[in-house]
């Protein structure tokens, strides 16, 4: 499965994962707290200064933030478009904000080392005879798979356009769904035949 995590060194991959995860935590709440435009404004800016002082590790998520910021204009027209001017701001510089976060805890994190805090996170479950490192690995799949569906989007897309020259669009989504389900299978495959037995 492809992954938009970069080799590329930044000064955050230096930050441990627990650290990233809780600091991800607090801005994303504190994202959803503030309804100021000027202080969603302002986080727009840090996260912009984030994304540059990562460089060339970002390389991997340009297309995903790009099809991100597509989105975020599109919320703010349909908003605008009802005259709702506050509401399209603060929604658009939400959406901003917590994509570009996102996308940097995944350029600069391993998933292994996102599973290993999960996992220490959620042991207390265990007094209730629940098992932590299924449940984290059940989280670190979906995610796994959110990075993968956006990596094989691309690949689609790059591919089509180099067949005809033009963007795929909707023609993807079948060929898309495929995959996704095969890769899936193989993944499920893989576990029952190591966790099964």
Same mark, same amino acid.
């Given at each position: 499965m492809g992954s938009l995590y970069s080799d590329t060194p930044t000064?955050?991959?230096?930050?441990?994962?627990?650290?990233?995860?809780?600091?991800? #935590?607090?801005?994303?709440?504190l994202l959803f707290i503030t309804s100021s435009p000027l202080a969603l404004a302002l986080g727009a800016c840090a996260c912009a200064l984030l994304w540059i002082s990562l460089g060339t590790a970002t390389l991997p998520a340009r297309r995903l933030l790009l099809s991100v910021l597509i989105?975020?204009?599109?919320?703010?027209?349909?908003?605008?478009l009802l005259g709702n001017h506050r509401i399209a701001a603060v929604s658009t510089l939400r959406l901003v904000c917590a994509?570009?976060?996102?996308v940097a805890l995944t350029v600069s994190t391993r998933p292994a080392d996102i599973v290993d805090v999960l996992e220490r996170l959620l042991a207390p479950l265990s007094r209730l005879g629940l098992?932590?490192?299924?449940?984290?690995?059940?989280? #670190?799949l979906m995610l796994r798979f959110v990075d993968h569906f956006f990596t094989q989007w691309?690949?689609?897309?790059?591919?089509?356009?180099?067949?005809?020259?033009?963007r795929g669009g909707l023609r993807l989504i079948a060929p898309l769904a495929i995959h996704m389900l095969l890769a899936t299978r193989r993944v499920a495959?893989?576990?029952w035949a190591r966790l099964g037995h």
């Open positions: 000064w955050l991959h230096r930050i441990a994962a627990q650290h990233k995860l809780l600091a991800m #935590a607090v801005l994303g709440g989105a975020a204009l599109l919320v703010a027209a349909f908003h605008l994509s570009v976060l996102g098992h932590p490192e299924r449940i984290a690995l059940q989280i #670190a691309q690949k689609l897309a790059d591919a089509h356009r180099l067949r005809t020259g033009k495959d893989a576990l």
